[in-house]
């Protein structure tokens, strides 16, 4: 059974946060974040709130802190519920969120108690950021149509890059169909431009060809990580694919 707490449209999108019964086969209570493409953006086990029920963000977290044990600063492009910067805490965390209606969201409905919000466009406040003064870099941002085009360009990646401490650590969070999905591939091509270390990694389809969550990481150094800790996620080997522009404005 749902029960729906909110349903709003913003500047970006629409937004419904629910509490149902039973989430992904699980009997229990959980709250729920959702754009309007129906993919869940965030969830809270209202039982144990401090448990992380997704598992791309269990597997994003165990791939930072295992290659960067000494994080420090992490700058996350997304807000959504808030889990990622709620588990990073105690550490320098900046969250770029686009829209405001998000950020107040995570608050009022998922407990976000963070000070380092930004409201604001991500690839712009990352500018703002010194070079070589991030640990890590995590992209989580979602539109309608998916990832914003410009979080995926080679000039954003560039500028990531060069905001990245030489041991850190960029992740991206996407949907994607596997393997054999082109655009998951110009995604690691076009990251391959600019960190020399590119890994990809899916978690398995309930049927073939179907999207499901993908994380793509990339380092100047080799990629370390126990398989135990990626939360049902497999590394995968997509193949060679074109280069992303940014598009004239």
């Known amino acids: 059974m749902q029960r729906l707490l909110l349903h709003q449209q913003s500047r970006y999108s629409e937004i419904s946060v629910y509490e149902t019964d039973e989430l992904y086969g699980e009997r229990g209570l959980f709250r729920v974040l959702q754009f309007a493409s129906e993919a869940v953006q965030g969830a809270m086990d209202m039982n144990r709130p401090e ?4 598992e791309y963000p269990r597997a994003m977290l165990h791939l930072l802190q295992h290659q960067v044990p000494l994080l420090d600063r992490v700058f996350i492009i997304g807000q959504g519920a808030g889990t990622l910067a709620s588990h ?3 550490r320098g ?8 209606l998000v950020a107040e969201i995570s608050r009022t409905y998922f407990g976000y108690t963070g000070d380092s919000v930004r409201i604001g466009d991500g690839r712009s406040l990352l500018e703002e950021e010194k070079l070589g003064s991030l640990d890590g870099i995590i992209i989580d941002a979602f539109s309608e149509q998916g990832t914003p085009a410009h979080l995926t360009s080679l000039g954003f990646f560039r500028l990531a890059a060069e905001r990245l401490d ?10 994607g169909r596997g393997a054999d999905d082109a655009w998951m591939a110009a995604i690691a091509t076009t990251l391959r431009e600019v960190l020399n270390e590119v890994r990809v990694f899916s978690l398995p389809p309930e049927l073939p060809h179907e999207p499901r969550n993908m994380m793509i990481a990339g380092s100047r150094k080799p990629i370390q990580y126990q398989a135990h800790g990626l939360a049902g996620f497999a590394e995968v080997e997509p193949r060679p694919g074109y280069i992303i522009h940014d598009i004239p404005s």
């Not at 030489?166 to 949907?175: H, I, K, W």
């Open 51 to 54: 448990r992380i029920i997704l």
């Open 88 to 90: 990073l805490s105690g």
């Open 93 to 100: 965390v900046i969250v770029a969120e686009i829209d405001p």
């Open 166 to 175: 030489p041991e850190g650590l960029l992740l991206l969070n996407v949907f």
